[in-house]
DNA sequence: GGGGGAAGGATTC
DNA sequence: TCACGGAATCCTTCCCCC
């Protein structure tokens, strides 16, 4: 029992020898290593228990397979027969498809510029992970994937060399300069594969002169770190063959190279190694799946050409083990062998039963392996669905550590999110505990966000559900990771830019009203401001604009949703009680006054609050305007007043004046946020604010008060008792959407669209320039302020304000927000929270809130067809071309 | 019943 | 001595809601 467990254990811990340079190696022995150096840690304990379900998959499978009849085979193999030869029909053999490898990347940059470690078994990575290995190490058994402290006791003189991906990525970038000779459009897949079509060149190819297929050859390559002749290629392997032609001790020069594929991939292979002193191994196929393959085939250094014949191409995927192919992994590769399938030809053979034991995307694929097809065509439109940070550390069961962690991952992520310009939905936060159970947890915003804060307001909560559900035991993590998804389309990446256009559209045109972009319905379908997590949508009454004319909900803004139900409110309220604004307060949640680390991150999220470093802001404005003096030269030059700022910033087109908009609105936030861990507090708060005129400090001061009064009473604390209930808390306990910059931002655009800008030649004061007066102030703000002239109308309720500070005017318009956001709230539960306390009656023994969904599902259900072939990007992808068309 | 979100898992480099 | 990554994509299943 002991033997045939440990037996299975192997295929999950031992050695994977599907890698160029592990042929012929003491498996055994390598594997008893392995085992040893494993066992007992949780790693193992845990990849036996993935084994255990692997091993039971496969048991139902069998039992499956086993009560399939007669008439069941046959009638899948006329359906099998039909779809081969619809897929024969449509095979595409025309293409030229090139798989490119470079060998050992990692490692052979790292040998190139340390000779010394040539002839040392020598790995990339650290000691818990080795990214590569060179070909000395790998007959050690030491491999990609493998921890480092296990790589040693394989090989005790293995030299680990901390990875540089900076080099790496400048080496990847001359490999590509080739390729793009080659394929302008070529496919990179990592910084050291790709796919290439060379259909084309090779047509132009035939038509060349014989000097444009000729290459010098350069005896003598050094670079910055090398002082001695080299050879060109650094030895990877002994008996490693050289793609250079030079033949030692002759006067060759140069090289003359054919106008077939191969000619032409040889001529790849060796420009690469002119330039970077590499060597890359090559496949040429008429289909990616098996170029790929093919890639590995004469690996290190080089190549393999499947022809473009159907028996050839046949021939050589009958002998293939289906492990080879992309695609198929460990556990595949151990369902497919207890059906005793090995090889490529064997699938064939069987492919009737896997046609009723797999879903019929998982058999699609497995039938165009067995034809040997693959995808003609390299997409390379595709976009990107997600983008992720994650972290592994030592055991952390500290809540605050956990906390703090999340923040950093959060903003990390929301840095690479804007650095891209992406948008997401779908926050995921991702756990690994100490035992290296993995959870996910996801929640989908309304609307899309990319900001630290209001990605953190989502993943805060997750976790939190987290920590609680295994109250009053510590989440003992070993990695912890963020992910968002769901992005808007391309068209919203820069959502800003159109809402600016129309904003300043508005102002030429007061009376117009900007109907939302088809990007802004996106983004905000349900016009949604991001503060809105967890909260249904509800149909608004139709928007009565200010001429009287209506317009579809679904076409109204988020300010003019919220302004047409304020309004609507707003006259209940003046026939009833008092004056709005005391609703606001008595309205306003509370964050949990228990946890104080919760606590101590409501009042991190509040740091946005605090007002702009006056200095700062002044250096900002001082370098928008100068930025926009350089666009003087234009002859399209126009004059705007920063909404912000106050400064008129004269360039010559929208995006400049978006730029600057976009730093005075969000100047300060990250400032604040390296400010500490965010444990500011209303003290701190004030401490900030000390600077400030002391009569709006007692101002805000005393709008503190009121807020944390009146949050004590809020309706939210009864809903508190689902972790998720809270999950909208993290935005309300700020005031207002967790970013300052989108609401802000928005504030302004929703006062244009309510045709509130004056044209700048009406403006005396460029202080007083943004918005129409109206009706009375709010009274909490306006009471202490003193004799300054305001003209600043919030754009939400559309009451002048007594004041010209931007910071009360903002604390204001926050508070105005809010409303909408509490008068929602107390009308409904968030759904989540909603579908929490379901979850709860129906199974209350169910600790983890993601265990209700895979309950008992330790035994996967038995193997069952799938109706319908996905449309997006799936498998069928990487097989697509005019074969499978039909799919 | 179907669509879609959530969760877990497989796979790749 | 202890010790097994990070990022992305796709697939499958479960479940809720329309």
């Known amino acids: 029992m002991e033997s045939s467990g440990q037996d299975s254990i192997l295929s999950r811990v031992a050695l994977n020898d599907n890698k160029a340079g592990m042929q012929g190696l003491d498996k055994d022995k390598i594997n008893k290593i392995i085992l040893e150096t494993s066992k007992g840690s949780r790693f193992y304990e845990s990849e036996l228990k993935k084994e255990r379900q692997v091993n039971q ?3 139902k499978l069998m039992r499956y397979k086993a009560k399939v009849t007669e008439q069941q085979i046959e009638k899948a193999q006329a359906e099998v027969e039909m779809l081969a030869a619809d897929l024969e029909r449509n095979c595409d053999l025309g293409r030229v498809i090139v798989h490119v490898d470079m060998d050992a990347f990692y490692a052979a940059v790292e040998m190139r510029d340390c000779p010394e470690l040539k002839e040392k078994p020598m790995a990339v990575g650290s000691m818990s992970m080795l990214s590569t290995s060179n070909y000395h190490a790998r007959r050690y058994g030491v491999r990609a994937a493998m921890p480092g402290f296990i790589a040693k006791k394989l090989c005790p003189d293995l030299v680990i060399v901390p990875p540089n991906f900076g080099k790496y990525r400048a080496v990847s970038e001359q490999v590509r300069e080739v390729f793009a000779d080659y394929d302008p459009n070529f496919l990179p897949v990592s910084l050291d594969e790709a796919y290439l079509d060379i259909t084309e060149h090779l047509q132009q190819r035939q038509h060349w002169p014989e000097s444009m297929r000729t290459h010098q050859i350069c005896e003598v390559k050094t670079t910055g770190e090398m002082n001695e002749p080299e050879t060109l290629s650094p030895v990877l392997f002994e008996d490693s063959p050289s793609s250079s032609p030079v033949v030692p001790g002759t006067d060759q020069k140069v090289e003359v190279f054919g106008t077939s594929p191969e ?30 393959v093919c890639s590995d085939k004469n690996k290190p250094n080089g190549q393999y050409r499947i022809l473009p014949e159907r028996k050839v191409v046949m021939d050589f995927v009958q002998e293939l083990p289906v492990r080879k192919v992309s695609g198929i992994g460990k556990v595949t590769e151990k369902m497919l062998a207890a059906l005793g399938i090995i090889s490529c030809s064997q699938l064939t053979q069987q492919m009737a039963m896997l046609s009723l034991l797999f879903s019929e995307t998982t058999w699609h694929h497995f039938l165009q392996i067995s034809l040997g097809m693959g995808s003609t065509h390299i997409d390379r439109d595709s976009e990107r669905k997600s983008m ?72 805060k909560e997750l976790l939190k559900a987290e920590i609680d559900n295994v109250t009053p035991l510590p989440l003992r993590l070993r990695l912890m990771g963020v992910r968002i998804s769901s992005f808007v389309n391309t068209d919203d990446k820069q959502p800003q830019q159109k809402s600016i256009k129309g904003f300043l559209k508005i102002a030429s045109d007061s009376n117009s009203s900007v109907q939302p972009s088809k990007s802004e319905q996106e983004q905000c379908p349900k016009t949604k401001s991001p503060a809105f997590i967890g909260q249904t949508s509800k149909p608004f009454s ?14 109204q803004t988020f300010f003019q949703k ?29 964050a949990s006054t228990n946890n104080s680390v919760d606590k101590a991150e409501e009042n991190q999220t509040c740091t946005w609050m605090k007002p702009p470093h006056k200095d700062e802001s002044a250096s900002k404005a001082d370098s928008s305007l100068s930025r926009g003096s350089k666009t ?27 730029q600057h908009l976009d730093e005075c609105l969000c100047g300060d936030l990250d400032n604040k946020r390296t400010s500490g861990d965010g444990g500011q507090d209303v003290c701190e708060e004030e401490n900030l604010l000390s600077k400030q005129d002391e009569a709006i400090k007692d101002c805000f001061r005393h709008k503190v008060t009121d807020l944390s009064s009146a949050s004590r009473n809020s309706p939210l604390k009864r809903n508190n008792e689902s972790p998720y209930t809270s999950s909208s808390t993290p935005v309300f306990k700020n005031g207002a959407p967790s970013d300052c910059r989108t609401p802000f931002f928005k504030q302004f655009k929703s006062a244009n669209e309510k045709r509130s800008l004056v044209p700048r030649e009406d403006r005396s004061d460029s202080r007083s320039m943004a918005f129409h007066k109206t009706a009375s102030s709010v009274e909490v703000i306006s009471e202490s302020l003193d004799t300054k002239v305001s003209t600043l109308t919030c754009p939400v309720c559309n009451q002048v304000q007594d004041t010209d500070d931007l910071v009360l005017f903002n604390h204001h318009v926050d508070m105005c927000l809010n409303q909408e956001v509490l008068l929602e709230f107390t009308e409904a539960v968030p759904p989540l929270a909603q579908s929490e306390s379901k979850d709860k009656d129906r199974d209350k023994s169910s600790t983890a809130r993601g265990k209700s969904k895979r309950r008992g599902s330790s035994p996967p259900p038995p193997p069952k067809k799938t109706k319908a072939i996905s449309t997006r990007h799936t498998i069928d992808q990487f097989f697509r071309g005019t074969s499978n068309q039909k799919l």
């Open 263 to 292: 000619e032409a991939v040889r001529e790849m292979r060796f420009r690469i190694e002119q330039k970077t002193r590499l060597t890359a191994s090559a496949g040429i196929a008429p289909n990616m799946m098996l170029a790929k």
């Open 632 to 658: 003087q030269s234009s002859n399209m030059l126009q004059c705007f007043t920063c909404p912000v700022c106050f400064n008129q910033i004269e360039t010559e087109n929208l995006t400049s004046f978006n």
């Open 388 to 459: 992720s940070t994650e972290r592994t550390f030592a055991e952390m069961s500290n809540v605050h550590e956990q906390y703090s962690l999340c923040r950093e991952l959060c903003h990390d992520l929301a840095k690479d999110l804007q650095r891209e310009g992406l948008k997401g939905k779908t926050v995921t936060l991702k756990l690994k505990n100490v035992n290296f159970e993995v959870k996910t947890r996801a929640f989908t915003l309304q609307c899309a966000v990319c900001s630290e804060h209001e990605i953190f307001a989502a993943a």
């Open 542 to 555: 139709k928007w009565r604009t200010e001429s009287g004319s209506t317009a579809e909900p679904q076409q």
């Open 562 to 590: 919220a302004h047409a139900k304020r309004l609507q409110k707003q006259h209940e309220q003046e026939e009833t009680s008092g004056p709005y604004t005391d609703k606001i307060l008595k309205c306003l949640p509370t």
């Open 57 to 59: 998959r496969i048991e």
